[in-house]
């Protein structure tokens, strides 16, 4: 792995390095050495997890960061490419983790750059770090990511998250329900991949009968701010809501995640319930970040 772009890149094999990576790290068997290491983290989009995990994640291991938080205080305002804000920052640092709205930001960087890049989201594309965390989260709970059934619902469209989660986690023989209103289904470009690798996946509406069989259940808020004609956001913004009581009958193992921001697609009451999991998944961002930039610094 030189950069880590989309995990349609992202073999087995390398998943299954970046999870004992992250669980030696976490267990405190290895702590990578980034000192005397900077890194860009270049934010064009609004973020709260990725950005402070990341920073967190690089400075709990000795290095540093340079920081952009919207490119209002940049020379982006006068006019500067992305490529020469790029090929300009390339010059101070050793790594460049960048969120960006347009979709192929983060792969553009990579084929200019001749220093990693991590994609810490592309418009409505691609999230592989969280998709990375995703992971390591469903291996903490369920022991193994083999064979699990699980419903991913909400916006499935433009939600980049379940994007990267369902390839993902293609190579490990899951059985997918996918839940979305219908103008926001899973892109046709998944399903595609999916059905060529023998992913077994349901399209449903009902989310009630499917719960009993549940593993995961990961849940994504509707992307108000990718919509362009607000009364459509309107129409479709409490299409799913979890709350207690549709969570009876789940199985033992059963674990509720959301990559987070949520606005009402998860009421608050299920905070306490044994489980939601999707604050001790942001968590885990922060070693899965440390074990993918330590990977991609020393291969
Ligand atoms: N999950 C996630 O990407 O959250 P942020 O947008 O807050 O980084």
Known sequence: MKHLVSMRDVGKEDILHL???????????????LSGKLGALLFFEPSTRTYFSFDTAIKRLGGNTLAM??????????????????????????FIVMRHQIEGAARFASEILDIPVINAGDGTNQ?????????????????????LTIAMIGDLRLGRTVHSLAQALSDFNPTFYFASPRHLQMPRYIKD????KGVQFKEVE????????LDIMYVTRIQKERFAVLEDYEKVKDAYIITPDILENVKSNFKLMHPLPRVNEITTDVDRMEYAYYFPQAKNGVVMRQAIIHTLLND
């Open 19 to 33: 999870i004992d990576l992250a669980e030696r790290i976490e267990s405190g068997k290895i702590r990578p050495d």
């Open 69 to 94: 938080t919207g490119s209002g205080s940049t020379s982006v305002k006068k006019g500067e490419t992305l490529a020469d804000t790029l090929m300009t920052i390339r010059q101070y640092v050793d």
């Open 127 to 147: 999230h592989p770090t969280q998709a990375m965390l995703d992971l390591y989260s469903i291996y903490k709970t369920q022991g193994t990511l083999e064979n």
């Open 193 to 196: 991949e999916l059905q060529a």
């Open 206 to 213: 009902d989310i009630k009968p499917i719960i009993p069989q």
